[in-house]
């Protein structure tokens, strides 16, 4: 078995791989799974076989003979995007596409090790709160795993995708009255009183999985690093997470350096932001948040303090974008590069415009982008915000009189 602990950041204390919590028991501080990193040699993760998550199985907290609960997760493209780069005025672009994941986001980087885990540990069931994604990821591997699963949604605010996925799957749905923030709330009281198995970010086996995008991103570019990686933040797991998997290249000397973390919230709903700018240490949560981007319709980030910790050790920035602006680039990457993502995805191409009209991003970085949910996750948007189809009539020349009135 391989030796690792979990470690509160911010406190220090420590748990056992045999324990269930998410939050540490003494300060209620975030925990991180720590490695003894002396004992993992660097070879192994370079010259590893396979694709996906489980290919980087040296740094994940499994043995060799853990049965994982998988459905080929990982190994999404990495798209060089130079007639975008062009139009934004930047040289050296990249997209990494996580809505291709299995479930269409890469929420399903985290499930393959979280539901791993919960079979490891036994549990009786699996739940989360989710603004959607989540909830589809969790009800496909908790399917697989032949668990019983429960999930928290907001009412009136889940793109129709996501929902369809987490009833097809078989997860028990619930459509609570209130947001996100309250769902996490109360699915984190009731985990700890049913046991039932807590699969939100705030779960740090959660964030093991996910950090493979770094590892797959290094890879792609020859174990090099770009100067800089952009993402939406919600609940902020997805940038500390990837932080964490940079700076395991780097401890293992596989990298020498670290991209700045530059992470893009909606302004309806951006505490990280408004932290990071403000220089202080913790976030004011944001009682109502508002944004189309439903995704990140996140007002009270539990992973917050890694996410400051990530942007701010490796020289990133926070920035938030508008509705408006999410929504000119969420079309502009569909027609240009002809990658269709959902709203959220899309604020980290927002906010690469924004930050390189600012002046804060260099024209000759090497930016990768990284666009969390598939464009199919949120048909009722594509459909607000498109030109609707045209009804005519089957006659050929009735469509060629339109087609060259064009
Ligand atoms: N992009 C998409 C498409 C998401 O679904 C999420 C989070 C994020 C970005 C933000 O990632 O929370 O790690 O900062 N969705 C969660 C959910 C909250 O419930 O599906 P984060």
């Known amino acids: 078995m391989k030796e690792y602990e979990v470690e509160c950041i911010r406190c220090g204390a420590h748990y056992t791989k045999e324990d269930v919590?998410?939050?540490?028991?003494?300060?209620?501080?975030?925990?991180?799974?720590?490695?003894?990193?002396?004992?993992?040699?660097?070879?192994?993760?370079?010259?590893?076989?396979?694709?996906?998550?489980?290919?980087?199985?040296?740094?994940?907290?499994?043995?060799?003979?853990?049965?994982?609960?998988?459905?080929?997760?990982?190994?999404t493209p990495l798209y060089r995007c130079d007639r975008l780069a062009k139009s934004i005025g930047i040289s050296d672009l990249w997209v990494k596409h996580e809505g291709l994941n299995p479930s269409g986001s890469f929420k399903d980087r985290g499930m393959t090790v979280g539901v791993t885990k919960a079979v490891e540990l036994g549990v009786g069931g699996v739940a989360c709160a989710s603004?959607?994604?989540?909830?589809?990821?969790?009800a496909i591997f908790a399917a697989k795993a032949d668990l019983p699963c429960f999930v928290l949604l907001p009412k009136g605010k889940v793109a129709l995708g996501k929902v369809a996925q987490a009833m097809?799957?078989?997860?028990?749905?619930?459509?609570?009255?209130?947001?996100?923030?309250?769902?996490?709330?109360?699915?984190?009281?009731?985990?700890?009183?049913?046991?039932?198995?807590?699969?939100?970010?705030?779960?740090?086996?959660?964030?093991?999985?996910?950090?493979?995008?770094?590892?797959?991103?290094?890879?792609?570019?020859?174990?090099?690093?770009?100067?800089?990686?952009?993402?939406p933040v919600g609940n902020a797991g997805n940038i500390s997470a990837i932080f964490k998997g940079f700076s395991e290249l780097n401890i293992l000397g596989?990298?020498?350096?670290?991209?700045?973390?530059?992470?893009?919230?909606?302004?309806?709903?951006?505490?990280?932001?408004?932290a990071f700018k403000a220089a202080k240490a913790e976030i004011t949560p944001e009682a109502n948040p508002e944004t189309i981007a439903s995704a990140i319709r996140i007002g009270d980030p539990v992973n917050?303090?890694?996410?400051?910790?990530?942007?701010?050790?490796?020289?990133?920035?926070?920035?938030?974008?508008?509705?408006?602006?999410?929504?000119?680039?969420?079309?502009e990457l569909a027609r240009v590069e002809g990658i269709g993502v959902e709203p959220a995805s899309a604020a980290s191409i927002a906010g690469l415009k924004k930050l390189v009209e600012l002046g804060e991003i260099a024209k000759d970085e090497r930016v990768v982008c990284i666009t969390t949910g598939h464009l199919l996750k949120d048909p009722e948007r594509v459909i607000s915000i498109c030109e609707a189809p045209i009804e005519v009539d089957a006659d050929i020349n009735v469509l060629r009189k339109m087609l060259r009135a064009v």
């Open 304 to 331: 917050a303090a890694k996410a400051l910790h990530a942007i701010r050790d490796s020289g990133g920035v926070a920035e938030s974008v508008t509705d408006d602006e999410i929504t000119e680039a969420q079309l």
């Open 21 to 75: 919590v998410y939050t540490c028991r003494k300060c209620d501080g975030l925990l991180n799974i720590k490695y003894d990193y002396s004992e993992i040699d660097p070879k192994q993760v370079v010259n590893a076989k396979g694709e996906g998550v489980w290919k980087y199985r040296t740094l994940l907290p499994f043995s060799n003979e853990t049965e994982q609960v998988t459905i080929n997760e990982g190994n």
């Open 254 to 274: 596989i990298t020498d350096e670290i991209p700045k973390m530059t992470g893009i919230q909606a302004a309806g709903a951006k505490p990280v932001v408004d």
């Open 131 to 138: 603004t959607g994604n989540t909830s589809a990821s969790l």
């Open 168 to 231: 097809m799957h078989g997860a028990k749905v619930f459509s609570l009255r209130g947001n996100f923030d309250d769902a996490l709330r109360i699915v984190r009281v009731l985990c700890e009183e049913e046991n039932l198995y807590l699969l939100n970010s705030v779960n740090p086996y959660r964030l093991e999985g996910q950090k493979t995008i770094a590892f797959e991103v290094s890879e792609k570019l020859e174990w090099n690093v770009p100067d800089r990686l952009i993402l």
